[in-house]
C-alpha cells in the first residue's frame, strides 16, 4: 500500500517489460515520448504525450523502453510486474524536453 500523494519523474524499466496492475485508489499515468535518447550518462529527453487514469481493475503494459510517469494524490495499492530482476540493471533518466 502507498500512502500520501507522490509525483514519479519519467522512466522506463530499461532492458525489461512492466506490466501495472491497479488494485485500489486511483494513478494518474502519463506516457512520454523520447525525443533525445539517453547519451552516456546524459539523461534523455521527453515529450508528453497522454495521461490517462488507472482505476481499480485495470491493468497496463509498458513495454520495452515506454517512458511513462506515474503520480498519485492518495493511498493507492499498484501492483508492478516486472520481466526481469532490476536490482543491478542501471536506470536511465529522462528529462522533459
Ligand atoms: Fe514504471
Same mark, same amino acid.
Given at each position: 500500500m502507498y500512502q500520501g500523494p507522490k509525483d514519479s519523474a519519467?522512466?522506463?524499466h530499461g532492458p525489461s =517489460? @512492466? *506490466?501495472y496492475?491497479?488494485?485500489k485508489g486511483e494513478t494518474q499515468m502519463t506516457d =512520454?515520448?523520447?525525443v533525445e535518447p539517453t547519451r552516456d550518462n546524459a539523461s534523455g529527453k521527453v515529450r508528453q504525450v497522454r495521461t490517462y487514469t488507472l482505476t481499480p481493475g485495470? @491493468?497496463?503494459l509498458y513495454n520495452e523502453g515506454d517512458v511513462h510517469a506515474p503520480r498519485r494524490s492518495g493511498p493507492t495499492r499498484l *501492483?508492478? *510486474?516486472e520481466g526481469?530482476?532490476?536490482e543491478k540493471v542501471q536506470r536511465s533518466t529522462y528529462q522533459p524536453a
Open positions: 519519467p522512466h522506463d =517489460w @512492466a *506490466i496492475g491497479q488494485a =512520454w515520448q523520447q485495470m @491493468a497496463h *501492483i508492478r *510486474i526481469r530482476n532490476m
